[in-house]
């Protein structure tokens, strides 16, 4: 069964970059064509994509956060990453990594999510 | 502002029916598939429908999905107090190349 683990810094400070790395077991993150995501969820909120990237590389990020994200892939250690650039407390957010189906599917794994808080 | 509008509750008794509707337009339900996830407090999202209609391994078919023009459906029947949970339907929008999700509807049975 494929499973999906964030991990990174709880906190960041503001301005500063986040930065979140998806490690994937039970299967190869390279195998299969398929494409790995960033899906975030702010207290008491609602979910929020935040970008995908396919396993050779090529990426397609939210238009709302396109200008600070940057999503990449390891396949060597089987990892994805998350950087995101800039933050506010608006950023304060669960993180959660996923598989999706495909380029516009849904997501059917998800990791257990981690908790990101912006202060100084 | 979600681009996809759920009711923000739902409520129904145990052995009941009870129905979630998702809302959004022809750039995203009206011309790709709908998904259905379910969040258990204190969890991470869990695919419950996907393509509209279909149930992943393991999803009971007292969960069931639908879809009509530009608007989508998720039934559960037989709610069970282990079935309170918030519920989100998601799509692409082929307009903001990106995916979407609706705010979450949050059941409750009572």
């Known amino acids: 069964q494929l499973q999906l683990q964030e991990s990174g810094p709880g906190l960041v400070k503001p301005s500063e970059t986040l930065s979140l790395t998806c490690t994937v077991s039970?299967?190869?993150?390279?195998?299969?064509?398929?494409?790995w995501g960033w899906i975030r969820q702010s207290p008491g909120k609602g979910l929020e994509w935040i970008g995908s990237i396919y396993y050779s590389g090529s990426t397609y990020y939210s238009p709302s956060l396109k200008s600070r994200v940057t999503i990449s892939v390891d396949t060597s250690k089987n990892q994805f990453s998350l950087k995101l650039s800039s933050v506010t407390a608006a950023d304060a957010a669960i993180y959660y990594c996923a598989r999706p189906a495909y380029y516009s599917g849904y997501f059917e794994f998800w990791g257990q999510g981690t908790l990101v808080t912006v202060s100084s | 502002q979600s681009v996809l509008t759920q009711p923000p509750s739902v409520s129904a008794a145990p052995g009941q029916k009870v129905t979630i509707s998702c809302s959004g337009s022809s750039s995203n339900i009206g011309n790709n598939y709908v998904s259905w996830y379910q969040q258990l407090p204190g969890t991470a999202p869990k695919l419950l429908i996907y393509?509209?209609?279909k149930r992943p391994s393991g999803i009971p078919d007292r969960f069931s999905g639908s879809r009509s023009d530009t608007s989508a459906t998720l039934g559960i029947t037989g709610l069970q107090t282990g079935d309170e949970a918030d519920y989100y339907c998601?799509?692409?929008?082929?307009?903001?190349?990106?995916?979407?999700f609706g705010g979450g509807t949050k059941l409750t049975v009572l």
């Open positions: 039970g299967g190869s993150i390279s195998s299969s064509n398929y494409y």
């Open positions: 998601g799509t692409w929008d082929s307009s903001l190349s990106a995916w979407v």
């Open positions: 393509e509209n209609d």
